[in-house]
């Protein structure tokens, strides 16, 4: 008994997991972020800094402004923020896609409604409401250079967080990698298992493994980016995951100024690791 003469609560119970890797690298010589294709957005409005945000549902493309990475699901958020007669106007779709048959049930497009308090100048985050139970609030930083950073209440999870220094992002059916810059020149890729249990640090996760590569050279308005990974003694990974010889992200977008659903043809992702490609249903490639 304690001198309150209330008993200890018990300790919290141990959590056993996979080790990971540190979830940022730091380095004397930081690479110089590589020429990416910069696209006008037709809405003055978007609330995203990418040069693309893609995400195919039942087989068509979508262009979300935030993209969320959970271990059993990928959500893209459409949403929009206009001005009319002086009033915001708030509204926008949630998109839903279940990794696994047990994943959790969400319906595959929810409304977000225009009651929502959207983004607010001075604070410090944008919040979407909806009418769903599955989905009732999400949640981002507003001033995040990646969007994929936020709460999502009805499924009580984190989006997977992403290093700032990110400049491409693509989610497959079984993992999530992202593209930041390295050192020395070299690009880095880090992979997610989505099959494991999250670990976070400082807000970034950590991923399972982590490859060098760089991007193929192409022109500003090239309509193809191709980065390239090999496992070489720069590469690591988590004690518990065999590293990839080789590892290639191919990003499709369209050209400059040219509207998605004006000529965007070819729209598409792939990630490839040892000659097994899966197709990225959410993905994004950044300006910087």
Not at 107 to 115: E, F, G, K, N
Not at 196 to 201: A, G, T
Request: glycine content about 8%.
């Amino acid at each position: 008994m304690s001198a309150s003469g209330c008993p200890k609560p018990p300790p919290p119970p141990s959590v056993t997991e996979p080790p990971r890797l540190t979830a940022e690298e730091s380095c004397a010589t930081p690479t110089t972020p590589p020429v990416l294709p910069v696209r006008i957005a037709a809405d003055p409005y978007r609330l995203s800094h990418p040069a693309e945000m893609i995400m195919i549902v039942d087989g068509r493309t979508v262009t979300p402004t935030f993209l969320c990475d959970l271990p059993d699901q990928i959500l893209g958020i459409a949403a929009t923020q206009t001005v009319d007669g002086g009033k915001r106007v708030v509204g926008g779709t949630i998109y839903a896609h279940p990794r696994t048959a047990t994943a959790r049930a969400v319906p595959r497009r929810i409304d977000v409604v225009a009651s929502s308090p959207g983004c607010k100048q001075g604070e410090l985050a944008c919040t979407f409401t909806t009418a769903s139970p599955a989905i009732t609030k999400i949640e981002m930083l507003r001033e995040q250079w990646i969007n994929t950073s936020g709460w999502i209440h009805g499924m009580d999870d984190m989006c997977r967080a992403l290093p700032d220094d990110t400049i491409a992002v693509c989610s497959t059916q079984t993992r999530m990698a992202y593209v930041e810059l390295g050192c020395e020149g070299a690009l880095q890729l880090g992979i997610h298992d989505a099959s494991l249990e999250r670990k976070f640090d400082l807000d970034v996760e950590a991923p399972v493994i982590r490859m060098r590569g760089t991007l193929d050279p192409a022109s500003p308005d090239a309509a193809t980016w191709t980065f390239r990974f090999t496992g070489d003694k720069t590469s690591t990974a988590a004690p518990t995951t065999k590293p990839p010889a080789s590892a290639t992200l191919v990003m499709n977008v369209t050209p400059p100024g040219v509207p998605i659903d004006k000529g965007g043809v070819g729209l598409g992702a792939t990630l490839t690791i040892d000659g097994a490609a899966e197709p990225c249903i959410g993905w994004a490639i950044y300006r910087r």
